[in-house]
């Protein structure tokens, strides 16, 4: 760890009102859920599985949302708890400097762990629920879940009959444009934006990094290898999360989330 950078990455902390913070899917690997990108991610191990994030082969293949459904049916998602990231990001928004938490994780550990929904804009969409690609029909997950363990491969939307699908926002898929909108007028507002466990790869995301940036704000990346928006950063701590977070949000993950 680049004790200075860790140090002057505090201060900007410290000194900071309106942060934005941004986190990915290596927030959420300590929890048991792997990343698609980092090197145990999903698509390293089998460039094939990315067909199923994939909105032009969900439509098409019957094979690719059987197999969809599967996944998310095993998904290490319902088991999870919130990692040590997550509750530090938590733990720190009691300090009211975090003005908004955008996440491209669709696991809803932030929640869980304690951030207030209301900052909390999954730009991904969830997991935890469906919805019909077709019409407006929105749905707990478990109810479709409880249909595959029935015995159906690919249920279908029970208003209009049409293709049901997880409510995150595969590739190929527009993001919510109130959800965006939101995410970008917290990047031009915030005086500081934190992003964490994310290749920072994934647009439009990626381009609140830019967006805050070309306004002032510091950047601070926190990753376990280099992003793609270094360059931008003013510090950039490469390593594990769950040790550079807690250090770097001067938070104790002995000390119990309550006190
Ligand atoms: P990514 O998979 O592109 O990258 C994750 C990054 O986190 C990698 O660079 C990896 O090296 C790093 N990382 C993993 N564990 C870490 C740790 N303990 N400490 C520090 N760094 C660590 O992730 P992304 O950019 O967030 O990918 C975006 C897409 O992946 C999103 O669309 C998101 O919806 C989806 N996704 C979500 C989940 C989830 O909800 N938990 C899981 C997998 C993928």
Redesign the pocket.
């Known amino acids: 760890m680049d004790k200075e950078q860790l140090l002057s990455g505090r201060d900007w902390i410290f000194e900071s009102n309106e942060i934005l913070v941004l986190t ?3 927030l ?3 929890s048991g ?7 145990q ?2 698509w390293t191990k089998d460039p094939d599985a990315e067909k199923l994030s994939d909105i032009r082969y969900y439509v098409s293949d019957a094979r690719i949302r059987k197999k969809a459904w599967r996944s998310r049916r095993d998904s290490p998602v319902w088991e999870a708890t919130p990692g040590i990231g997550h509750r530090a990001i938590a733990a720190f928004e009691r300090t009211e400097k975090i003005h908004t938490l955008v996440t ?4 809803g550990l932030h929640q869980m762990a304690g951030s207030s929904p209301d900052r909390v804009i999954e730009i ?1 969409g969830t997991i935890r629920e469906v919805a019909c690609l077709e019409c407006t029909y929105r749905a707990p997950m478990k109810e479709a879940l409880e249909r595959l363990e029935s015995g159906e491969e690919d249920p279908a939307c029970p208003a209009c009959n049409g293709i049901l699908k997880s409510a ?1 926002v595969s590739f190929g898929q527009s993001l919510i444009p109130e959800d965006l909108a939101r995410a970008e007028r917290a990047a031009c507002a915030c005086d500081l934006l934190l992003a964490v ?6 647009y439009p995301v990626a381009g609140l990094v830019p967006m805050a940036k070309e306004r002032g704000a510091k950047i601070i990346i ?4 280099p ?1 793609a928006m270094d360059d931008l950063a003013d510090a950039a701590l490469f ?4 040790e550079l977070l807690p250090a770097l949000l001067n938070w104790n993950p002995e000390v119990s989330d309550t006190e």
């Open positions: 990915g899917a290596g959420s690997t300590a859920i792997p990343d698609f990108r980092g090197p991610g999903v491209q994780n669709i696991d991904h995150t466990g994310s290749t920072l790869s994934v926190v990753n376990a290898e992003t390593g594990d999360l769950n």
